[in-house]
C-alpha cells in the first residue's frame, strides 16, 4: 500500500469537558487532556480525529466550559489545509465542514457522535443538544446515527477516499442498550454496507456498555456485539472509561474492538487507575501482507544461496585486488542508516509489546494467532518492513570483502540464518515473533550505532556491554522458544488459518502451533548463544588473562 493510500486518524472518546470545572485542582484536567489529544494529532499530522462521545460531562455545559470549548476548537480545528482526502457525499446527505470551505476553513476534521449525557436534537424535541451547537457552527462533524421511532431506520456510512483506500465512518449516538438490541435483531436497524468493500475499511463509533470480564452488569444491559454487521473492520467503543486500546477480537467473529476510555479520571474505581491513552491509528493490513508473503515462501533460499555464492566468489575475486578503502565515508553513512532505521522500529514495536505483556498472560503472548499482537496497524508494518530489511542487511558483508577485513564464520553465518529463519517465521506466523522482531530492533540500533562510531574514527569503549546484550538476546530467545515448545505440547492445536475465530487460549488450553518455526528457532538460537559466547571469552576473557 502506498503512503498517499494510507489514513492516519487519532481516535479518542469521553472527554469530559467541563468535569469538576469549579475545583480548583481538578477543574482544568479535562481540558488540559483534550488539548494534549488534539496537539498530538497536530504533531503527528493526522488526517482527521475520531471522538467516540461524552465530549461534555454534562448535557447543559456551562458558558465557561463552552466558551474554552470554542477556543480550543478555534484554536486546533480551524485554519488552512489542503486535505489529501476526499468526502464522497452520498445524495440528500449533510455536508461536513470540510466541505464548506466557501464558509470555514478546517485544518483538523472531527467526527463524533453523542454520548448519554446529550442526546441529539431530534430526540429531544426543542432541546438543542451541545454537539448540535458546535456541528452548526462548523468546529465538527456529528456522525452520529439517532433512531428517529420510524418503522426502519438505515446507518449510511461518511466515505473518505484517499488514493486507493475508502475510510468508511459508521456512528451511532447513545441509545438505551436493550432497545438497540431489539432493533439490530429485528431489523428495524440496518446499515448501508461500503460498495467497494475490498479498498474500504469501516470504522463503527458507538458509545453503549460494553461486557466483558468484571462487568458489574448483566449482560442482557450491554450491547450485544453478535449483532454488529460482519463487514465493520474496527469498532471504537465509547462511554467505558477503562483503557483497553489494544485491539480485541469481536463477538461476532469478524470485527475488531478497541477501547480507548476516558481521557480525565472522573471516579475513584479500579479501572480508572489504568494510564489514560489516545490511539493513532494507520490502516495496514498486516494479515494480508502476510499472506503476500508467503506466495514466496522460498525467497529467503533463494536469497541465502545467492548471499553464499557472493560471498564464496566476491572472496575470490578480491584476492587478487587490492582493499577499497575508499568505501568508508559510505560505510558511515551505511551504519548510521541501519541504526536510526532499528531505533525507530523499536519505538514502534517494544512498547505495544510492553503494554500487550502488563495486559495479558505469558501463554497468550505466545499462543493467540500473530493478527493479535503484530499482524495489523503500525506493529504489522513495522514487522514486514524488518522482514524484508534482512535482504537490505547482507550488504554488511560486501563492506567487509571489498575492504579485505576479517571476515568470521560468526558474521556470515549469522546474516545467512537470521534471513532463513525470520522469513520462515513470517510465513508460517509464529505468535511469539514479536518478541524476537522487538529484541532485534533493539540490540541492532545498539550495534550499528556502535558500528557507526567505529567507522567515525571514535571506537566506543562499551564493546562488552554490546556483546552481552547480544548475548542477552540469544538467552531470552531460547527461553521464548522453550516455553513455546512447553504451552505446544500442553495444549491442544489452533489453526493459524482460522484467525477470525475468538478464542480464550488459557481457559480453553489452546495455542497456535508451529513445531518447523520452534525447531528451527531452537537450532538457531541455540547456535548463536554458543557462538555469541565463545566470542565473549575469545574477545574479552582471554584477552584479559594475557594482559
Given at each position: 500500500?502506498?503512503?498517499?493510500?494510507?489514513?492516519?486518524?487519532?481516535?479518542?472518546?469521553?472527554?469530559?469537558?467541563?468535569?469538576?470545572?469549579?475545583d480548583a485542582t481538578l477543574g482544568q484536567d479535562a481540558f488540559?487532556?483534550?488539548?494534549?489529544?488534539?496537539?498530538?494529532?497536530?504533531?503527528?499530522?493526522?488526517?482527521?480525529?475520531?471522538?467516540?462521545?461524552?465530549?461534555?460531562?454534562?448535557?447543559?455545559?456551562?458558558?465557561?466550559?463552552?466558551?474554552?470549548?470554542?477556543?480550543?476548537?478555534?484554536?486546533?480545528?480551524?485554519?488552512?489545509?489542503?486535505?489529501?482526502?476526499?468526502?464522497?457525499?452520498?445524495?440528500?446527505?449533510?455536508?461536513?465542514?470540510?466541505?464548506?470551505?466557501?464558509?470555514?476553513?478546517?485544518?483538523?476534521?472531527?467526527?463524533?457522535?453523542?454520548?448519554?449525557?446529550?442526546?441529539?436534537?431530534?430526540?429531544?424535541?426543542?432541546?438543542?443538544?451541545?454537539?448540535?451547537?458546535?456541528?452548526?457552527?462548523?468546529?465538527?462533524?456529528?456522525?452520529?446515527?439517532?433512531?428517529?421511532?420510524?418503522?426502519?431506520?438505515?446507518?449510511?456510512?461518511?466515505?473518505?477516499?484517499?488514493?486507493?483506500?475508502?475510510?468508511?465512518?459508521?456512528?451511532?449516538?447513545?441509545?438505551?442498550?436493550?432497545?438497540?438490541?431489539?432493533?439490530?435483531?429485528?431489523?428495524?436497524?440496518?446499515?448501508?454496507?461500503?460498495?467497494?468493500?475490498?479498498?474500504?475499511?469501516?470504522?463503527?463509533?458507538?458509545?453503549?456498555?460494553?461486557?466483558?470480564?468484571?462487568?458489574?452488569?448483566?449482560?442482557?444491559?450491554?450491547?450485544?456485539?453478535?449483532?454488529?454487521?460482519?463487514?465493520?473492520?474496527?469498532?471504537?467503543?465509547?462511554?467505558?472509561?477503562?483503557?483497553?486500546?489494544?485491539?480485541?477480537?469481536?463477538?461476532?467473529?469478524?470485527?475488531?474492538?478497541?477501547?480507548?476510555?476516558?481521557?480525565?479520571?472522573?471516579?475513584?474505581?479500579?479501572?480508572?487507575?489504568?494510564?489514560?491513552?489516545?490511539?493513532?491509528?494507520?490502516?495496514?493490513?498486516?494479515?494480508?501482507?502476510?499472506?503476500?508473503?508467503?506466495?514466496?515462501?522460498?525467497?529467503?533460499?533463494?536469497?541465502?544461496?545467492?548471499?553464499?555464492?557472493?560471498?564464496?566468489?566476491?572472496?575470490?575475486?578480491?584476492?587478487?585486488?587490492?582493499?577499497?578503502?575508499?568505501?568508508?565515508?559510505?560505510?558511515?553513512?551505511?551504519?548510521?542508516?541501519?541504526?536510526?532505521?532499528?531505533?525507530?522500529?523499536?519505538?514502534?514495536?517494544?512498547?505495544?509489546?510492553?503494554?500487550?505483556?502488563?495486559?495479558?498472560?505469558?501463554?497468550?503472548?505466545?499462543?493467540?494467532?500473530?493478527?493479535?499482537?503484530?499482524?495489523?496497524?503500525?506493529?504489522?508494518?513495522?514487522?514486514?518492513?524488518?522482514?524484508?530489511?534482512?535482504?537490505?542487511?547482507?550488504?554488511?558483508?560486501?563492506?567487509?570483502?571489498?575492504?579485505?577485513?576479517?571476515?568470521?564464520?560468526?558474521?556470515?553465518?549469522?546474516?545467512?540464518?537470521?534471513?532463513?529463519?525470520t522469513w520462515l517465521a513470517y510465513v508460517r506466523a509464529m505468535?511469539?515473533?514479536?518478541?524476537?522482531?522487538?529484541?532485534?530492533?533493539?540490540?541492532?540500533?545498539?550495534?550499528?550505532?556502535?558500528?557507526?562510531?567505529?567507522?567515525?574514527?571514535?571506537?566506543?569503549?562499551?564493546?562488552?556491554?554490546?556483546?552481552?546484550?547480544?548475548?542477552?538476546?540469544?538467552?531470552?530467545?531460547?527461553?521464548?522458544?522453550?516455553?513455546?515448545?512447553?504451552?505446544?505440547?500442553?495444549?491442544?492445536?489452533?489453526?493459524?488459518?482460522?484467525?477470525?475465530?475468538?478464542?480464550?487460549?488459557?481457559?480453553?488450553?489452546?495455542?497456535?502451533?508451529?513445531?518447523?518455526?520452534?525447531?528451527?528457532?531452537?537450532?538457531?538460537?541455540?547456535?548463536?548463544?554458543?557462538?555469541?559466547?565463545?566470542?565473549?571469552?575469545?574477545?574479552?576473557?582471554?584477552?584479559?588473562?594475557?594482559?
Amino acid at each position: 500500500m502506498r503512503a498517499a493510500d494510507v489514513f492516519r486518524v487519532l481516535v479518542t472518546t469521553d472527554s469530559h469537558l467541563g468535569y469538576k470545572e469549579r475545583d480548583a485542582t481538578l477543574g482544568q484536567d479535562a481540558f488540559d487532556a483534550f488539548e494534549e489529544c488534539l496537539q498530538l494529532a497536530e504533531q503527528f499530522e493526522v488526517d482527521l480525529l475520531l471522538h467516540a462521545g461524552d465530549l461534555f460531562d454534562s448535557g447543559s455545559p456551562s458558558q465557561l466550559t463552552l466558551y474554552k470549548t470554542f477556543e480550543l476548537l478555534s484554536r486546533y480545528c480551524l485554519g488552512q489545509k489542503r486535505h489529501a482526502f476526499v468526502h464522497e457525499r452520498a445524495p440528500n446527505a449533510r455536508p461536513l465542514n470540510v466541505d464548506l470551505s466557501h464558509k470555514v476553513s478546517v485544518k483538523l476534521p472531527i467526527f463524533t457522535i453523542h454520548g448519554n449525557p446529550d442526546p441529539p436534537l431530534a430526540l429531544g424535541g426543542q432541546r438543542v443538544s451541545s454537539i448540535d451547537v458546535l456541528a452548526q457552527l462548523g468546529l465538527l462533524n456529528d456522525v452520529g446515527h439517532a433512531f428517529r421511532n420510524a418503522e426502519t431506520s438505515l446507518v449510511q456510512p461518511v466515505v473518505l477516499r484517499k488514493g486507493a483506500s475508502a475510510l468508511c465512518l459508521y456512528g451511532l449516538s447513545h441509545t438505551r442498550d436493550e432497545a438497540l438490541n431489539e432493533l439490530l435483531r429485528s431489523g428495524r436497524l440496518t446499515f448501508l454496507a461500503p460498495t467497494d468493500r475490498e479498498n474500504s475499511f469501516c470504522v463503527l463509533l458507538l458509545h453503549q456498555n460494553r461486557f466483558q470480564n468484571g462487568c458489574a452488569l448483566k449482560k442482557a444491559m450491554c450491547l450485544d456485539q453478535t449483532l454488529i454487521p460482519q463487514f465493520i473492520d474496527l469498532v471504537v467503543w465509547g462511554h467505558e472509561h477503562e483503557c483497553c486500546i489494544v485491539f480485541a477480537k469481536s463477538e461476532n467473529g469478524s470485527s475488531f474492538v478497541t477501547q480507548p476510555g476516558s481521557t480525565v479520571i472522573t471516579a475513584l474505581r479500579q479501572p480508572e487507575t489504568v494510564p489514560k491513552s489516545a490511539l493513532l491509528l494507520e490502516r495496514f493490513n498486516g494479515v494480508d501482507f502476510l499472506q503476500h508473503t508467503r506466495n514466496y515462501w522460498w525467497a529467503s533460499y533463494v536469497g541465502t544461496a545467492i548471499y553464499l555464492l557472493a560471498l564464496y566468489f566476491g572472496t575470490q575475486f578480491m584476492q587478487r585486488r587490492k582493499a577499497f578503502n575508499n568505501l568508508n565515508g559510505l560505510l558511515k553513512y551505511w551504519n548510521l542508516t541501519l541504526a536510526i532505521f532499528s531505533f525507530i522500529g523499536c519505538t514502534r514495536i517494544l512498547p505495544y509489546l510492553l503494554y500487550y505483556m502488563y495486559r495479558r498472560d505469558t501463554k497468550c503472548l505466545l499462543c493467540v494467532p500473530p493478527q493479535f499482537t503484530y499482524g495489523r496497524a503500525a506493529p504489522g508494518l513495522w514487522t514486514a518492513i524488518f522482514v524484508y530489511s534482512k535482504y537490505l542487511e547482507l550488504f554488511d558483508t560486501a563492506f567487509i570483502v571489498l575492504r579485505k577485513k576479517p571476515l568470521s564464520f560468526l558474521h556470515w553465518y549469522h546474516h545467512a540464518t537470521v534471513l532463513v529463519f525470520t522469513w520462515l517465521a513470517y510465513v508460517r506466523a509464529m505468535p511469539a515473533g514479536v518478541f524476537f522482531v522487538s529484541m532485534n530492533y533493539f540490540v541492532h540500533s545498539c550495534m550499528y550505532f556502535y558500528y557507526y562510531l567505529a567507522s567515525c574514527g571514535r571506537k566506543p569503549q562499551w564493546g562488552m556491554i554490546l556483546t552481552i546484550f547480544q548475548i542477552t538476546q540469544m538467552i531470552c530467545g531460547c527461553v521464548i522458544v522453550a516455553t513455546y515448545a512447553m504451552y505446544m505440547a500442553q495444549s491442544e492445536a489452533l489453526a493459524l488459518s482460522n484467525l477470525d475465530r475468538v478464542v480464550d487460549v488459557t481457559a480453553e488450553n489452546l495455542c497456535a502451533k508451529s513445531a518447523v518455526t520452534m525447531a528451527t528457532g531452537a537450532i538457531i538460537y541455540g547456535s548463536y548463544l554458543y557462538l555469541f559466547t565463545q566470542f565473549f571469552i575469545n574477545r574479552y576473557l582471554s584477552k584479559r588473562k594475557k594482559n
